[in-house]
């Protein structure tokens, strides 16, 4: 068994001692593989965003499990899930306003079980929520994006006030999970269905942004234009890029953890 793990534990023991130019290098090489491979092997890419929707309600439904088997929010982060809530409400106000879809049906749904998980924290589960931990500021996220909002959004044919909600909903789901890492932080040490939960975040936040970038191959470009002209185009698909390196890291120990068998993923200093 330990000769088995022999090669991984070497692979990670040298990316581990790379400097950061070098791993940010050995990320993006990995993220284009990535891509490739999932350009060549799905025919529908527009299918890569019904997959992220249902993998991050797969990740609800283990926080579900965790909040009804367990009877504990311990590690969670109330924050993260508020300012979930947050985005999930905007975005399906602006798909009920300006384009009726299955994104639509599937935005129902998972602002339905977060606004759950929240009650449920709240009201059910408040003594084992680790306030302490929790303790990143969400208006730090939550104003710039507002204000960016106003000033870069799309430039289509709809009213101000929707322009205006999508790109808010679209910066901040970009960094939404910043709390629930900055609870991990501060605790090292994170229980198997939380880290579960924040790697079908990082899975499907990698397959949105998966969408993104081969619906801009596919399209040579053109579905930037579609969305509008100035930096709005370029700020949607950095915001996916974004989104997807801010889990990178955690999401690089969480397999590192699982090949090796451990239950409990231990992070090292300087992670997320």
């Known amino acids: 068994m330990k000769g088995a793990r022999t ?9 581990k001692k790379q400097p950061p130019k070098v791993k940010t290098f ?38 579900i499990y965790k909040l009804t088997k367990e009877r504990t929010c311990a590690g969670l982060s109330l924050k993260s899930q508020e300012l979930t809530a947050m985005f999930l409400a905007v975005r399906l106000y602006c798909s009920l ?11 129902s749904a998972t602002l339905g079980t977060t606004l759950w998980v929240i009650y449920m924290i709240r009201f059910k589960l408040m003594s084992s929520y680790m306030d302490d931990k929790d303790n990143f500021r969400i208006y730090y996220v939550v104003i710039p994006c507002a204000l960016l909002s106003l000033i870069v959004h799309p430039s289509t044919p709809h009213h101000i006030t929707n322009r205006v909600c999508w790109a808010f909903c679209v910066y901040l789901e970009a960094v939404s999970v910043l709390p629930q890492l900055r609870v991990m932080q501060n605790t090292k040490i994170v229980e198997p269905f939380t880290a579960h939960y924040v790697f079908a975040l990082g899975v499907a936040r990698f397959l949105s942004c998966a969408h993104w970038v081969l619906q801009v191959m596919d399209t040579r470009g053109r579905i930037l234009t579609a969305l509008g002209y100035g930096l709005w185009p370029s700020l949607v698909l950095l915001s996916e890029i974004v989104q997807t390196f801010i889990l990178a890291d955690f999401c690089y120990y969480y397999v590192k953890s699982i090949v090796g068998g451990q239950l409990v993923l231990r992070l090292p200093s300087g992670v997320v």
């Open 7 to 15: 090669p991984i534990h070497a692979v990670a023991t040298w990316v």
């Open 26 to 63: 050995l990320a993006v090489v990995s993220g284009i593989a990535a891509v490739t491979f999932l350009r060549i092997v799905v025919r529908d890419h527009d299918s890569l965003y019904v997959a992220a929707e249902a993998v991050h309600a797969f990740g609800i439904a283990i926080l």
């Open 97 to 107: 306003v300006m384009e009726y879809d299955i994104h639509t049906v599937l935005d």
